[in-house]
């Protein structure tokens, strides 16, 4: 058992930034984050193994940046230029599987709320 902690998130105004972070409780080979907005489908915002390899949705490349630090099992989402699109609740999950592709994922974390006003 692996359990996600977040943190972060909140209210900010449309070209704001906001930081979301995420602890696990031990080390796991993939972690990433997620969001789902009222009346939609979760998708996947970004991915990162713990090598640091990272993949991005094509909705957030280039304004969002994942990252982690192994030492205290964390990842991290600094997220720039945010736009009224972007609220959703936004879930941190973890899987074994060392791949970036893929859906499945083994852990969630219980989501924090990002709302951009207009």
């Known amino acids: 058992q692996v359990d996600l902690l977040e943190s972060g998130g909140g209210l900010v105004q449309s070209g704001g930034s906001l930081r979301l972070s995420c602890r696990a409780s031990?080390?796991?080979?993939?972690m990433a984050w997620f969001r789902q907005a009222p009346g939609k489908q979760r998708e996947l915002v970004a991915g990162?193994?713990?090598?640091?390899?990272?993949d991005y949705a094509d909705s957030v490349e280039g304004r969002f940046t994942i990252s982690r630090d192994n030492r205290d099992n964390t990842v991290s989402l600094e997220m720039n230029g945010l736009k009224p699109d972007d609220t959703a609740v936004y879930y941190c999950a973890a899987r074994w599987a060392r791949k970036l592709t893929g859906t499945r994922y083994d852990y969630w974390g219980q989501g924090t709320q990002v709302t951009v006003s207009s």
């Open positions: 990162i193994t713990s090598g640091g390899t990272s």
């Open positions: 031990r080390m796991i080979p993939v």
